[in-house]
């Protein structure tokens, strides 16, 4: 994953097409990815899962791909409304303990 | 109770002062994260409690900071001494050991400032 601590790459797109959030991870042995929504003064909200036996989940407007061969996640949004507006995490679980990591984070800005 | 909750939601210090940041999570949780953040940027992972031991306290950036969970519930995050540097949002999150839809849910945070 990425450094903490760094300033947030931003995502921008306009209101009505599909978004593309990318996320690597750094553990190989990660059995369990999420991706979070953070809306302004609001803490990470819960968006996706995905386990690793899986290489892609889909829920409402969101789908998850993830490919192990690269160690590479990715969130997709279609048809992105304003409401989508907000920083994107991805986090991964490891083999051992209880700890996720996090990524650094991408903020989506949608256009109207 | 039904989410994390964090209090105070915003806290405005001065420098010098020593400020207690409080969280209560989710009943039966079993493990407590506390993060910082910073303005426009990323996690910054401080401490972990499992039950009422924290066997990670690798992220506390200076030993001004502590934390201390009791009955397997509550924490407090103390900040000795603040200064400027130590302005942030404080978020806590909480999960349930052993379940297999792992999140983390977090609480609203506690925004700091220090003037």
């Known amino acids: 994953g990425e450094s903490v601590g760094l300033h947030l790459p931003t995502l921008s797109v306009q209101e009505g097409d599909n978004s593309i959030i990318n996320c690597a991870y750094s553990?190989?042995?990660?059995?369990?990815f999420i991706w979070y929504k953070q809306e302004s003064g609001k803490g990470p909200q819960f968006i996706i899962d995905?386990?690793?036996?899986?290489d892609k989940r889909q829920g409402q407007r969101v789908t998850v791909l993830l490919n192990k061969t690269v160690k590479h996640l990715s969130l997709q949004i279609a048809a992105t409304q304003p409401g989508d507006s907000a920083v994107y995490f991805c986090a991964e679980k490891g083999d051992a303990g209880n700890m996720l990591t996090f990524g650094g984070g991408t903020r989506l800005m949608v256009k109207p | 109770g039904a989410g994390v909750s964090q209090s105070p939601s915003n806290k405005v210090t001065e420098k010098g002062k020593d400020v207690e940041l409080r969280c209560d999570p989710i009943s039966g949780h079993t493990a407590l994260y506390w993060y910082r953040q910073s303005l426009g940027q990323g996690l910054e992972f401080l401490i972990y409690?499992?039950?009422?031991?924290?066997?990670?306290k690798s992220g506390l950036p200076s030993d001004r900071f502590s934390a201390e969970r009791t009955g397997g519930s509550v924490s407090t995050l103390t900040i000795q001494r603040t200064q400027q540097e130590d302005s942030a949002v404080y978020l806590c999150?909480?999960?349930?050991?052993?379940?297999?839809?792992?999140?983390?849910?977090f609480g609203s945070g506690t925004r700091l400032t220090v003037v």
């Open positions: 995905i386990r690793s036996n899986m």
């Open positions: 409690f499992q039950g009422n031991s924290a066997p990670d």
């Open positions: 553990n190989s042995a990660s059995d369990y």
């Open positions: 999150a909480s999960s349930l050991v052993g379940d297999p839809n792992y999140g983390y849910t």
